[in-house]
């Protein structure tokens, strides 16, 4: 089975500065999707971005850019320049395209921006 | 208005009582989700619904029953709820992967329903 495994539980910013949040994940399949979603006190989910496994470019939105390390199974999220709306929980995801299509998610980062 | 609503948005309840929470979509997606958030766990599969006749378990179905009564519309229930059934539920929608060129990819959440079960 798929596992997806955020081995921070939590992490803190000054504003402006830049924060990497980890992601590995345990696959054998080779197309897939991965995400990134973020999720506020308001509990909503957002997606922030999403990359495809045959890309190997790395995808980008705004200040958000992940580091996409197929071989590896890693996919960290780095952002830029940190607002203070930032803070929240991020959690990393995984979904293949066939079968079920299930999605699988980490445990989540908390994300704390300290002004 | 969201294009994935759930409701109730919060409900607490008793241990043994019956709890439906409804999921309705906008979006014309086939595809169908809920989901249990609980803190250090991030979210985990209840069931999935890929059209109206055709429901499925996922990783933790025990003590849960799913209803597909139209393309839009799928209920989660819990029969007799139990205290460690407390939780925030979502909902989600996506449409067909790998079938359409435009499809992200990506699950359309509903806002959550948090559930306590006392």
């Known amino acids: 089975a798929q596992t997806v495994t955020q081995s921070q539980p939590e992490m803190s910013v000054q504003e402006a500065e830049t924060v990497t949040l980890s992601c590995t994940y345990d696959?054998?399949?080779?197309?897939?999707?991965l995400f990134w979603y973020k999720q506020p006190p308001s509990r909503q989910m957002i997606l922030v971005i999403r990359?495809?496994?045959?890309?190997?470019q790395n995808a980008t939105e705004n200040r958000f850019s992940v580091n996409f390390q197929k071989a590896a199974k890693s996919f960290s999220l780095k952002i830029s320049d940190s607002q203070l709306g930032d803070a929240a929980m991020y959690f990393c995801a995984y979904r293949i395209l066939y079968n079920n299509n299930d999605m699988r998610f980490g445990a989540g980062t908390r994300l704390t921006v300290k002004p | 208005d969201a294009d994935v609503t759930q409701t109730p948005r919060n409900r607490i309840t008793k241990t043994g009582k019956r709890i439906m929470l409804e999921c309705s979509q906008t979006?014309?997606?086939?595809?169908m989700y809920w989901y249990r958030q609980d803190p250090g766990l991030g979210l985990r599969l209840i069931y999935y619904?890929?059209?109206?006749?055709?429901?499925n378990k996922g990783e933790i179905s025990d003590g849960y029953s799913v209803s597909r009564q139209a393309q839009a519309k799928f209920s989660l229930s819990l029969e007799s709820a139990i205290p460690n059934q407390t939780a925030l539920y979502f909902c989600a929608t996506s449409g067909r992967l790998a079938s359409s060129a435009s499809n992200t990819g990506e699950l359309f959440f509903g806002e959550g329903s948090r559930l306590t079960v006392l």
């Open positions: 619904s890929f059209d109206v006749k055709d429901i």
């Open positions: 979006k014309g997606h086939d595809r």
């Open positions: 696959t054998s399949e080779s197309d897939y999707y």
């Open positions: 990359q495809e496994a045959y890309k190997q």
